[in-house]
């Protein structure tokens, strides 16, 4: 029997420890604090804990309890860090108790997620093995998710439930991303001899009038039961050094979302830009979509398990704002997401003890 007790105690534990990714926030933490305190718990309670990873301040725990023998391996994956912002919340004082909610910096994002995990693999009477993966740097490259599906590889479990906050639904599938950026360059004229010059700009605009109609072609293509279609936009502009002057450098951030199953999108970038003949398109970050199948046995039984928990049915829709990038299809293994806490209330609000049951 799981205690919510036990599982607001820890979140609060938790939250007091400071991990901010130091990718994210000059000067932040980092999670070697917390994936220290979380070793020692888990080791206190009969895991086999190791902390993995290439920087020994930013490590990732990876942590095995083995069951009475014979049965499948389950993975329960989450994230260590968080990220910073102004604010109340980085105060570690926050993380007092708050009438009947958890507040502080990562209580939703996602220090419950993570005691629920320990807590719940702790106290399991199973067959089979479970695997606790805690990475570090999910909110900024992922670089310790990389580190731990590399420790992973050997022994790879048989199914996996991602714990990140969504209102206790069960997501079962999400877009990938790529980003880009996309360098136009030019010549330098005076502004009044702007035939002398060559104008990056200009050759900006060609591009983003190519990307809209590039995204309407996608927003035509089939659309996915769960997902809907791609999608493409410019996030960021910036170019031209004053009033005065032809511009010979822009550079425009393009951000593709994708589906299940769709190639590469490089290509079919570097196609659509063409024409308006940019400098260099510079892949940046990318993460394949998720896709698992909605009748795998795992599927069912979290499900099912939420359903009963909150009465309520256990899947959206869909949803399309994901902050996961745990084991997926790379993995080899059909992954979930499902974890307490509700992402309106992710800024201000900390997590309810509801979310933990
Ligand atoms: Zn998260």
Do not use: K
């Amino acid at each position: 029997m799981i205690r919510t007790d036990d599982v607001v105690e820890l979140t609060r534990a938790l939250v007091a420890i400071d991990a901010v990714n130091p990718a994210l926030v000059d000067g932040g933490a980092g999670e070697r604090e917390i994936a220290e305190a979380i070793g020692h718990w888990l080791g206190g309670r009969g895991f086999d804990v190791r902390l993995v990873g290439a920087d020994p301040a930013r490590p990732s725990v990876l942590a095995r309890r083995r069951g009475a023998g014979g049965g499948r391996t389950l993975l329960l994956a989450g994230h260590l860090d968080t990220v910073g912002g102004a604010g109340d919340g980085g105060r570690r004082a926050d993380a007092a108790p708050d009438g009947d909610r958890v507040v502080g910096r990562g209580a939703y994002d996602m220090a419950g997620g993570l005691a629920a995990a320990m807590v719940a693999a702790a106290g399991a009477d199973v067959a089979g093995d479970v695997v606790l993966a805690f990475a570090a740097d999910e909110e900024f490259g992922s670089a310790g998710m990389e580190e731990l599906l590399a420790e992973l590889d050997a022994s790879r479990p048989d199914g996996a439930v991602v714990l990140e906050p969504t209102d206790l639904e069960v997501t079962l599938a999400h877009r990938g991303f790529a980003w880009y950026r996309v360098e136009y360059e030019g010549s330098a004229a005076h502004g009044s001899q702007p035939e002398l010059g060559v104008d990056a700009i200009d050759r900006a605009l060609d591009g983003m009038v190519a990307l809209r109609g590039f995204g309407a072609e996608l927003a035509a293509r089939p659309r996915h039961p769960l997902l809907g279609t791609g999608s493409v936009r410019v996030a960021t502009i910036e170019g031209g050094t004053d009033a005065a002057t032809v511009a010979d450098r822009c550079v425009l951030v393009v951000e593709r979302r994708t589906l299940p199953g769709e190639p590469d999108p490089a290509a079919e970038l570097a196609r659509v830009l063409a024409p308006s003949r940019p400098g260099r398109i510079v892949p940046l970050v990318a993460r394949p979509a998720m896709e698992a199948d909605p009748g795998a046995p795992i599927a069912r039984v979290v499900v099912d398990a939420v359903e009963r928990a909150t009465g309520g049915p256990g899947r959206p829709p869909w949803r399309p704002v994901v902050d996961r990038r745990g084991p997926d299809r790379r993995a080899g293994h059909p992954g979930r997401a499902g974890g307490p806490g509700r992402r309106r209330r992710a800024r201000r609000r900390g997590v309810g003890r509801d979310g933990f049951t």
